[in-house]
């Protein structure tokens, strides 16, 4: 046995125990039986639940359950709104799910560091780390002026889309 061979068994006997202590490590972590179930739809809990009169719907129209229905919706870009609305106020539901697919179809990215949806107006110039150009982003933040720059679509005319901050989850 040559010197060259000691070097080939060592390196495979670190490889060995490099894949024990993966096996080891995903012990831990073993997925659970909850872990495959598929968690939408859910139904939407209001945080605060307010009685209305009788005569108002007191049950949710399962249309809005159906993806079909976000899809046309969808197809009108004046309705990029509803889409926004539904996934900013009705978070953590099915519907919130089906409106960020259809943004995403209509070329809507959302970035995570501003949570904001944005959508280049021009083709924007890219490189390994990040794109810029011309962006137009949907502004939702209401709470703190009063209605006069907030909910509204804006532009940015230099604006770096640094890729590390891109969600990408859902295929469209």
């Not at 831990?28 to 939407?44: A, K, N, T």
């Not at 960020?100 to 924007?124: D, G, I, V």
Request: charged share 20%.
């Amino acid at each position: 046995m040559g010197q060259g061979d000691t070097a080939l068994n060592s390196g495979s006997i670190q490889n060995q125990i490099y894949n024990l202590r993966m096996l080891e490590a995903a012990y831990h972590i073993l997925p659970q039986p909850r872990d495959s179930e598929f968690s939408f739809p859910r139904s939407y809990v209001p945080r605060l639940p307010v009685v209305t009169p009788a005569i108002y719907p007191q049950t949710k129209a399962t249309i809005f359950d159906d993806p079909d229905f976000w899809k046309q919706l969808a197809l009108d870009p004046s309705n990029n709104e509803i889409l926004f609305f539904a996934f900013y106020f009705q978070q953590k539901t099915y519907q919130q799910y089906l409106a960020a697919r259809e943004l995403k179809r209509a070329q809507w990215r959302y970035h995570t560091k501003y949570n904001l949806w944005f959508r280049w107006c021009n083709q924007p110039s890219a490189n390994d780390g990040f794109e810029g150009g011309y962006y137009e982003f949907f502004n939702c933040n209401i709470a703190n002026d009063n209605f006069r720059t907030g909910w509204c679509r804006r532009r940015a005319p230099d604006f770096t889309f640094e890729y590390e901050f891109f969600e990408d989850e859902l295929v469209p």
